[in-house]
């Protein structure tokens, strides 16, 4: 089934380490994004991309890096300069306008997101 | 200000009661709007998306835009207990750029 799959789930980690998040779609889909979620916060967006090798920042991008050299791949390394990594973590992916075939809605397909701990 | 303001509840009706969920923009450019339904734990799944003023439904649920004030609404009739979730409206800008997201309200529907 077409979907975007993150991995890990769950993940601890301790002060200093970097850590990467993964996030992988099957959808054809041009766009990613990478978003925080904290409680009361709502969604933040860290970084997005909207092809390949291209990407830009979001509003909380510090302390965060990505990397796209595929269309199905976009991963999130969090740094040891984020001062505050304890959070949700969701994916997203669109086909935006001018997709032939499929959806082209505008309609934002999350992954299941991975909760980072730090220790 | 933020781009979408959101009340973040909680709120809590019994089961079959009208929700009303509420949300204001400030942007009046071309643009989609979204709610989103996402259970603890789990990504934000698409309900509703609209970008005319007036109502779209699906089923128990109706999506209100009103452009000239900036307010958009999302309506669940008879309310069930599987109905319990963080609620979310979005609205995103016509190249699809960027979305930008209102803090959610939490939605508990008691039996």
């Known amino acids: 089934d077409g979907g975007i799959t993150q991995s890990p789930k769950y993940l601890f980690r301790k002060e200093g380490q970097n850590v990467t998040l993964s996030c992988e779609q099957n959808?054809?889909?041009?766009?990613m994004y990478w978003y925080r979620q904290d409680p009361g916060q709502g969604l933040r967006l860290i970084y997005y991309s909207q092809i390949v090798n291209d990407f830009q920042k979001g509003d909380i991008a510090e302390g965060y890096s990505v990397s796209r050299e595929k269309k199905e791949s976009f991963p999130l390394t969090v740094t040891s300069a984020q001062k505050n990594p304890t959070a949700f973590y969701l994916c997203?992916?669109?086909?935006?306008?001018?997709?032939?075939?499929?959806?082209?809605?505008?309609?934002?397909?999350f992954g299941e997101g991975s909760r980072l701990t730090v220790l | 200000q933020k781009e979408v303001e959101q009340d973040p509840g909680p709120l809590s009706v019994p089961e079959g009661a009208i929700v009303s969920l509420n949300c204001t923009y400030s942007n009046s450019a071309f643009q989609y709007f979204m709610w989103y339904r996402q259970y603890s734990r789990k990504g934000p799944e698409l309900l509703m998306y609209?970008?005319?003023?007036g109502n779209k439904e699906d089923g128990r649920f109706t999506a209100q835009v009103d452009k000239s004030s900036k307010y958009i609404s999302l309506f669940i009739r008879d309310s069930q207990p599987s109905d319990s979730a963080t609620y979310l409206c979005?609205?995103?800008?016509?190249?699809?750029?960027?979305?930008?997201f209102g803090s959610g309200t939490k939605l508990n529907v008691k039996p």
């Open positions: 997203a992916s669109t086909s935006g306008p001018g997709t032939s075939g499929g959806l082209n809605t505008g309609e934002l397909f």
């Open positions: 979005a609205r995103s800008l016509y190249n699809f750029n960027k979305f930008y």
């Open positions: 609209t970008y005319s003023s």
């Open positions: 959808l054809n889909h041009d766009a």
